[in-house]
């Protein structure tokens, strides 16, 4: 079982920056895939960003691209993004998300964590 909790969400003025967290617990949980969804109210959940199990390969989704990193550190199995440059239409929860299999930008991910509000004012 793999347990993901995210941390490091708030209240942001346009332009500035935020470091999403997800510290994971589970067995073997360093060799997942890891990806970041967001979801704002009334809208479906979607793809922000993912990394490989080894951080070598990562994806953005278009309207990140540029202004968001995502990285990861197995030795402490947590997951990072970094958000600069934020904009209001940024504001949603974000989830982090695991899977044991190939990246995607599907949410088929098999573990989630509760999520975390960012809110980006203007």
């Known amino acids: 079982q793999v347990q993901l909790v995210e941390s490091g969400g708030g209240l942001v003025q346009a332009g500035g920056s935020l470091r999403l967290s997800c510290a994971a617990s589970?067995?073997?949980?360093?060799?997942?895939?890891k990806a970041w969804f967001r979801q704002a109210p009334g809208k479906e959940r979607e793809f922000v960003a993912a990394?490989?199990?080894?951080?070598?390969?990562?994806s953005y989704a278009d309207s990140v691209k540029g202004r968001f990193t995502i990285s990861r550190d197995n030795a402490k199995n947590t997951l990072y993004l970094q958000m600069n440059s934020l904009k209001p239409e940024d504001t949603a929860v974000y989830y982090c998300?695991?899977?044991?299999?190939?990246?995607?930008?599907?949410?088929?991910?098999?573990?989630w964590g509760q999520g975390t509000q960012v809110t980006v004012s203007s």
């Open positions: 589970g067995r073997t949980v360093s060799t997942y895939v």
């Open positions: 998300a695991a899977r044991y299999s190939v990246v995607t930008t599907l949410p088929e991910y098999d573990y």
């Open positions: 990394i490989s199990w080894s951080g070598g390969s990562t």
